[in-house]
C-alpha cells in the first residue's frame, strides 16, 4: 500500500523578536511542514554565542514542540532523570513522575509526547556534544529510530539536534557515522552580517558601529552582556569597560579561554593560542604561520585542520593563483584578544584599562580595523554590489596577488571578484571588479585609482578578460574631489565609503 500524507496544520510566521534569520525560519519551517508522515531530521549547529538556542526556542515554542537541552559535565544518570522530567513536565505531569531508564525510552517518549501535544510533533535536542561526552551510543539510537520511522504510517516526527562544538556536529553526518543520509537539513547558523548586526545593535553612528563589529563580529549573544555604546561615553569608553574589564563576563581572554574549550579536539592550548596569534599578526598560509612559531609547517597541518573544522579560522584560495590558500581569523573576539588583550594583559588585570587601550589604537587601526574593512568590502562586493555593477550579480569574490615584472613587485589587490559563471584560478577568466579597501585617515584619491588601473593593465597583459571590470575605491574617510569627479564621468569608478556599506 502506497503512504499517505498528513496535512500539517499551517506553520507560524517568524516571531518579531527573532532579528533576521528569514532564510533560516523559512527553512526550518519547510522541514517541520514537510507533509511526509515518516520522521525527518535535521542537524543545527552553529558557533557559541550566535543565537542557535534562541531560534529554535521561539521555533519550539510556536508549534508547542519539546526543547531540551544538555549540560555540559552532566553525566549519564543525571541527564537521563532531567530529560524524563522535561518529558514529563511536555506531558503535564509533575516533576519525577517519569524515571526512563535509558536513552530509547527517552527518544521513543519525548516523540510519543510531542505527538500527543501537537499536530507537529516536534523534538529539539539542544547542545547534543555534550551528551555524547557520556553517551556517544546516541547516534546509533538515534539511526534506530529514524529507520523504524520510515516503515509504515509514522507520526510525521521532526527531530532537530543542535549544538556548538563545529567539529563534533559535522561529524554527525560525515563518513560511516550512524546519522549519514538521514538529515534532511544541515543548517550552520552564522553570525549576523555587518547590516544586520548595526540594526540588531541600534547603533546608529556608522563608524561606531564599524568599531563594534571589528572586536565582536555578528555574535547576538553580545550584546545582553555588552550594551551598547552610548553617543556620551563613545566607543573608546565602551571598550575599555568591557572588553578590556577582566570583571566582566564579555572580557576577551575569558571568553576566548572559553571559546576554545567548547571544542573537545581542542587539547594543547598554548600551540592552539600561539597559531591565533600568529594569524592575528598577518600570517596568511601555513608556511608563515610555521615560521613565526619556529615550527615545520606540516607540524601545525593538524592543528589548522581542527581550527578550520571548528570554525576559528577560514581558509580560502587566491582567487587567481591556484595552491596559494589566504588563512584568516573566524572570530573577531579572539583577534582582539590575541592582538590587545594578550599583550597588555598585566595592565589590564591591574585596573589600567584606559590607558592600556590607549596604547594599542595603533595596533587596533593597522592589525583589526584595516583588516575587517577589507573583509566588509568584500562581504558587501558579494552581497550586495549587484545593485550597482553592470552585469549585476558578480562571482567569486576574493584576495590575490598580481606580479609586477618590470617593478619587481607584487600588488596585493584587497577585493577581486570574477564575473558570474567564472571558476577561481581559471585562466583568461573574466573579472568584474578590483578593488582597494583603505581604513586609514587619509582620504583616497586619484593615485588609488592608477594603482587600479595599473593592476587592471597587468591582468589584461596576462590574458585575462577585463574589459568590463568596475574599478572599486572603499573608503572609511571619504574621498578626495578629483576622483570624486573623475568617477562621475567615468562608468568604471565606484566609489564605497561607509554609507555605501551599510545601504545608507
Request: charged share 25%; hydrophobic share 40%; net charge neutral.
Amino acid at each position: 500500500m502506497g503512504r499517505h500524507t498528513t496535512q500539517h496544520p499551517p506553520i507560524p510566521d517568524k516571531p518579531q523578536d527573532v532579528v533576521d534569520r528569514e532564510r533560516e525560519w523559512a527553512l526550518l519551517t519547510d522541514f517541520i511542514g514537510d507533509p511526509s508522515p515518516a520522521m525527518r531530521l535535521g542537524v543545527v549547529s552553529g558557533r557559541r554565542r550566535h543565537g542557535k538556542s534562541y531560534l529554535l526556542q521561539a521555533l519550539s515554542e510556536s508549534l508547542d514542540g519539546l526543547y531540551v537541552t544538555a549540560i555540559r559535565e552532566e553525566g549519564r544518570l543525571p541527564a537521563l532523570q532531567r530529560f524524563s522530567d522535561v518529558i514529563a513536565s511536555h506531558a503535564g505531569l509533575h516533576s519525577g513522575a517519569l524515571s526512563l531508564p535509558d536513552w530509547p525510552a527517552v527518544l521513543n517518549s519525548a516523540i510519543n509526547v510531542a505527538a500527543r501535544r501537537s499536530k507537529v510533533p516536534l523534538l529539539i535536542i539542544d547542545e547534543l556534544p555534550y551528551l555524547l561526552q557520556h553517551s556517544p551510543e546516541l547516534p546509533g539510537f538515534l539511526q534506530q529510530l529514524y529507520d523504524d520511522h520510515q516503515r509504515g504510517e509514522g507520526i510525521g516526527a521532526r527531530v532537530i539536534l543542535c549544538g556548538s562544538a563545529m567539529s563534533v556536529m559535522h561529524e554527525l553526518l560525515s563518513g560511516t557515522k550512524p546519522l549519514r543520509g538521514r538529515a534532511v537539513i544541515d543548517l550552520r547558523l552564522g553570525a549576523f552580517d555587518y547590516r544586520a548586526s548595526r540594526r540588531f545593535w541600534q547603533i546608529e553612528d556608522l563608524p561606531t558601529a564599524l568599531r563594534v563589529h571589528a572586536v565582536l563580529g555578528g555574535a547576538p549573544g553580545y550584546q545582553p552582556i555588552a550594551g551598547n555604546p552610548t553617543p556620551n561615553d563613545g566607543f573608546d569608553s565602551w571598550v575599555s569597560r568591557t572588553l578590556l574589564d577582566p570583571g566582566r563576563a564579555v572580557y576577551s581572554r575569558t571568553e576566548t579561554e572559553y571559546l576554545l574549550r567548547e571544542d573537545p579536539r581542542i587539547t594543547q592550548h598554548t600551540l592552539y593560542y600561539d597559531i591565533l596569534s600568529a594569524i592575528a599578526q598577518g600570517a596568511t598560509t601555513p608556511t608563515k604561520i610555521g615560521a613565526a612559531l619556529g615550527r615545520p609547517r606540516n607540524a601545525i597541518a593538524h592543528p589548522l585542520d581542527v581550527l578550520e573544522s571548528t570554525s576559528y579560522i577560514h581558509r580560502e584560495q587566491d582567487i587567481l593563483r591556484p595552491r596559494h590558500p589566504v588563512i584568516t581569523l573566524v572570530d573577531p573576539v579572539i583577534r582582539f584578544n590575541q592582538l590587545i588583550t594578550l599583550p597588555q594583559a598585566s595592565a589590564v588585570e591591574q585596573g589600567f584599562a584606559e590607558e592600556a587601550w590607549k596604547a594599542s589604537t595603533p595596533t587596533f587601526n593597522s592589525k583589526i580595523l584595516g583588516p575587517h574593512f577589507e573583509e566588509l568590502a568584500r562581504t558587501w562586493t558579494r552581497r550586495y554590489a549587484h545593485t550597482v555593477l553592470p552585469d549585476g550579480l558578480p562571482g567569486p569574490v576574493g584576495t590575490t596577488e598580481v606580479p609586477d615584472p618590470s617593478a619587481r613587485t607584487k600588488h596585493e589587490v584587497d577585493v577581486i571578484a570574477l564575473a558570474l559563471g567564472e571558476r577561481p584560478q581559471s585562466p583568461r577568466a573574466r573579472i568584474a571588479l578590483l578593488g582597494e579597501a583603505k581604513a586609514t585617515v587619509a582620504r583616497r584619491g586619484v593615485a588609488d585609482l592608477q594603482r587600479l588601473e595599473r593592476i587592471r593593465d597587468l591582468l589584461s597583459e596576462q590574458g585575462y578578460d577585463t574589459s568590463g571590470v568596475t574599478l572599486a575605491l572603499f573608503s572609511l574617510y571619504g574621498f578626495h574631489a578629483d576622483v570624486r569627479e573623475l568617477a562621475k564621468r567615468r562608468g568604471d569608478v565606484l566609489l564605497v565609503n561607509l554609507e555605501t556599506l551599510y545601504g545608507m
